[in-house]
């Protein structure tokens, strides 16, 4: 009988609790999904001019796209011209760092452009850029 209680010791010293090492990896990945940093997109593919005084923006977080059609794209959602403005001011009272970068394809006219440009600064920024390419 004592041999067989012992028996039952040593199998159940034997096993490994799996549970703080599940609970540790789980912290580990709700920490890698708060602290990563997304990448936020237009909404479509914007064939930018070339500018060879072009320069990268670090914390360029509204984009705002005008296809060669002169439709406008924020969020991946297409936006009447007219509610430019309003988008533009829920997303900045988001992050209110970020600035303010238009994706205008090179067929775009100049008009929807000065329109979104207008729409920005009317929103409250001051910091609007213009997308280009570098040669």
Not at 71 to 93: F, G, M, P, S, T
Not at 108 to 132: N, P, Q, Y
Request: hydrophobic share 50%; charged share 25%.
């Amino acid at each position: 009988m004592k041999q067989h209680f012992q028996n039952l010791m040593d199998e159940e010293e034997a096993t490994i609790d799996m549970t703080p090492m599940l609970d540790v990896v789980f912290i580990m990945l709700i920490f890698f999904i708060v602290t990563a940093s997304f990448v936020k997109e237009a909404g479509i593919d914007v064939n930018r001019p070339e500018a060879a005084t072009a320069v990268k923006k670090d914390r360029a977080n509204i984009l705002v796209a005008i296809s060669a059609k002169g439709d406008i794209w924020i969020n991946k959602r297409k936006v009447d011209v007219r509610a430019v403005q309003a988008n533009i001011e829920r997303l900045y009272a988001e992050n209110p760092q970020g600035t303010v970068v238009i994706q205008a394809d090179r067929k775009a006219t100049t008009d929807v452009l000065i329109k979104v440009m207008d729409a920005s600064r009317a929103a409250g920024i001051e910091d609007v850029s213009i997308a280009a390419q570098e040669p």
